[in-house]
């Protein structure tokens, strides 16, 4: 079965830093870009980051650049993102979602993990 | 703010026919996909390319486009079919980039 399971996400103070995974399962992770969308509280979808299959292209929203940080790791079939100097206005669901070129689209997400930033 | 703009909310009766659209330079250039969201759910893709479904998502979704405009129309609306609805493509960075959404009322 095709799976992407996130993790990390919980309740932390401003400032503070965050680390998310992704575990992936069931297709070639290693075939694939990889990103990260959120979605706050009551809100719509954000686009945060993506890492190309092989790390050598990495983008960010403006956002979260300078703060967040996406890596993968192939031999743990792992996505990664770094959250640094955490704000409130980071609070929201995370998502991964595999890209798959040929779409030109994200066509497999996981249940989103939950970041809370509050003093 | 989004590069792709959406109307927020649509309203169509079941068994009618409706289009939500997303509009935005980028799209010019390429093709939006689309994304369907239900409460306390991942979104799932339903559209992608010219016109292009996943497997498992009905053929009354379809989608086109037209200069900076794209469109997902859903004939013969179901119950089932009364979601939040987002498109994506990149803004003027390459970066990608979601629509603001539109939430569809079937009544």
């Known amino acids: 079965e095709v799976q992407l399971v996130e993790s990390g996400g919980d309740f932390v103070q401003p400032g503070r830093s965050l680390r998310l995974s992704c575990a992936a399962s069931g297709f070639s992770f290693d075939d694939h870009a990889m990103h990260w969308v959120r979605q706050a509280p009551g809100k719509g979808l954000e686009w945060v980051s993506g890492?190309?299959?092989?790390?050598?292209?990495?983008t960010y929203a403006d956002s979260v650049k300078g703060r967040f940080t996406i890596s993968r790791d192939s031999a743990k079939n792992s996505l990664y993102l770094q959250m640094n100097s955490l704000r409130p206005e980071d609070t929201a669901l995370y998502f991964c979602?595999?890209?798959?070129?040929?779409?030109?689209?994200?066509?497999?997400w996981g249940q989103g993990t939950m970041v809370t930033v509050s003093s | 703010s989004s590069e792709l703009t959406q109307d927020p909310a649509v309203s169509v009766a079941l068994g009618q026919t409706v289009r939500i659209t997303c509009q935005g330079d980028?799209?010019?250039?390429?093709?939006a996909s689309w994304y369907q969201q239900k409460p306390g759910q991942a979104p799932v893709l339903v559209i992608y390319g010219k016109n292009n479904r996943p497997s498992g998502i009905p053929d009354r979704l379809s989608g086109s486009s037209s200069g900076n405009t794209a469109s997902l129309t859903i004939t013969g609306t179901q119950a089932e079919d009364e979601a939040d609805y987002y498109c994506n493509s990149r803004d003027s960075s390459g970066n990608r980039v979601f629509g603001g959404g539109t939430k569809l009322t079937v009544l």
């Open positions: 979602a595999q890209y798959t070129a040929t779409y030109d689209a994200f066509d497999i």
């Open positions: 890492i190309g299959w092989n790390s050598a292209s990495v």
């Open positions: 980028s799209l010019r250039s390429f093709f």
